[in-house]
């Protein structure tokens, strides 16, 4: 067998994909998280054609910059840029939580059962509505070292998937807002101009 025990422990490590990053908030993230009317909100993202060390640095690079926000999800879209990549991490104030990256996801199918639950946006801050959304979905995606994955959820976690998918379609959660009025106010108090959203009827 060729090389050394301790040569082959090396070159295991160095290929080591982990994606854990400190989830403390940094004084100046890495990416910088777009705001409502920025274009590249309502650009959809392409997919991702090889998983390599740049996608990984990229995952870690948005993970700080979700973490840094306070966050449980981000897009790639919503740092600008245009690949069919999100993070998500429930229980981001937990350090021992292991956060999700999904690449090149593809909702397969979605309950028949909804519900309504307030949402909320890093790129729209300040401002919150209620969305009917499925209640579970399935999805099929790859993961941070490219390997084809299937996932069933549920609860909180099937509805960020579905809010940071719509993000890698050019969709945002404001477009389907129930309460339009009430949208627009919040808009209108933080400064945001609703000519920037597409109300879903």
Excluded: W
Aim: aromatic share 6%; with cysteine.
């Amino acid at each position: 067998m060729a090389g050394s025990f301790a040569q082959l422990a090396k070159k295991a490590e160095n290929k080591k994909t982990s994606i854990a990053v400190s989830k403390e908030p940094l004084e100046k993230a890495p990416l910088k998280i777009l705001m409502l009317g920025h274009k590249a909100l309502r650009t959809p993202a392409k997919r991702i054609s090889k998983v390599d060390d740049s996608i990984r640095e990229l995952a870690r690079n948005m993970l700080k910059s979700m973490y840094s926000a306070k966050g449980i999800g981000l897009a790639a879209p919503q740092v600008g840029i245009q690949k069919r990549i999100l993070v998500i991490d429930l229980n981001f104030e937990d350090p021992k939580s292991t956060p999700y990256v999904f690449i090149n996801p593809e909702i397969i199918s979605t309950s028949a059962t909804v519900d309504t639950y307030e949402e909320g946006c890093l790129s729209i801050p300040g401002v919150y509505g209620d969305v009917i959304r499925p209640t579970s979905v399935k999805i099929s995606f790859r993961d941070e070292i490219g390997r084809p994955k299937k996932m069933n959820a549920d609860g909180l976690m099937a509805r960020c998937i579905q809010h940071e998918i719509d993000h890698l379609n050019g969709v945002l959660f404001v477009d389907k807002v129930n309460n339009q009025e009430d949208l627009i106010k919040q808009l209108s108090d933080q400064g945001f101009d609703k000519k920037y959203i597409n109300l879903i009827t």
